[in-house]
């Protein structure tokens, strides 16, 4: 069966700081992979899909950039922290065929 | 992909029935109805998805209207767990592509003893 791991699970960085957020999903080979960003109180933000290694379509511009550097990883980067970067991220993966995501536990992260 | 409606909260006593409520009055023809579900502080889980015809799994049942413009998800027996936020998303039945779902604000959920 397939699996999806977020790490950390926490992070409390202060602005200005880079960022690097980890997701693997086991148990699949090719899948759509994707970041999300929920602020606190609001519904899930698309930020970032990528069909393929080394391809990444980003949804709204901002201080973050996504790399997928192999088939079933996908990370979440910033140079350098804002206080609007503070939210929960989830990863999801779908397989290329069919429709439904999956998402990880999530990383809550703060931005002092 | 089209709107979706859907209150922002709705009460139900455990071991009744769950009936959550969504329109989606600009459905087009290809697009599917899908349900997700979001507990306090963990990921999204996916619930149900379905075209045209009524779907069951597990978790839940979908029933879509005829003329799709709207649709319902049931929880049969619905318990604590089941405390949650739901998402009612409509998205086109493309494959080979990204799956991009937009998700709105739900309806919370809060099942009572």
């Known amino acids: 069966s397939q699996t999806i791991h977020q790490w950390p699970a926490t992070l409390v960085q202060p602005v200005g700081s880079p960022l690097s957020l980890e997701c693997t999903v086991e148990?699949?080979?090719?899948?759509?992979l994707y970041w999300y960003r929920q602020a606190a109180g609001r519904g899930l933000q698309l930020l970032f899909y990528s069909v393929g290694i080394g391809q990444i379509s980003s949804e709204v511009p901002q201080n973050l950039s996504a790399s997928r550097p192999q088939d079933r990883q996908f990370i979440l980067s910033s140079k350098k922290l804002l206080l609007s970067d503070s939210g929960f991220y989830l990863c999801?993966?779908?397989?290329?065929?069919?429709?439904?995501?999956?998402f990880g536990p999530g990383t809550r992260l703060t931005v002092l | 992909d089209a709107k979706t409606t859907q209150p922002p909260s709705m009460d139900c006593a455990e071991g009744r029935a769950a009936n959550l409520p969504c329109n989606h009055s600009?459905?087009?023809?290809?697009?599917?109805v899908y349900w997700y579900r979001q507990i306090h502080s963990q990921g999204p889980q996916y619930i149900i998805h379905g075209l045209k015809n009524n779907e069951t799994n597990e978790m839940a049942s979908l029933i879509i209207t005829e003329d799709r413009k709207s649709s319902t998800l049931i929880l049969p027996h619905a318990t604590l767990r089941d405390t949650a936020v739901y998402y009612c998303i409509v998205r086109g039945g493309l494959t080979g592509t990204a799956s991009k779902l937009t998700f709105g604000t739900g309806t919370r959920l809060q099942v009572t003893l």
């Open positions: 600009t459905i087009s023809g290809n697009e599917y």
């Open positions: 999801a993966w779908s397989e290329k065929t069919y429709n439904e995501q999956f």
């Open positions: 148990g699949t080979s090719n899948p759509n």
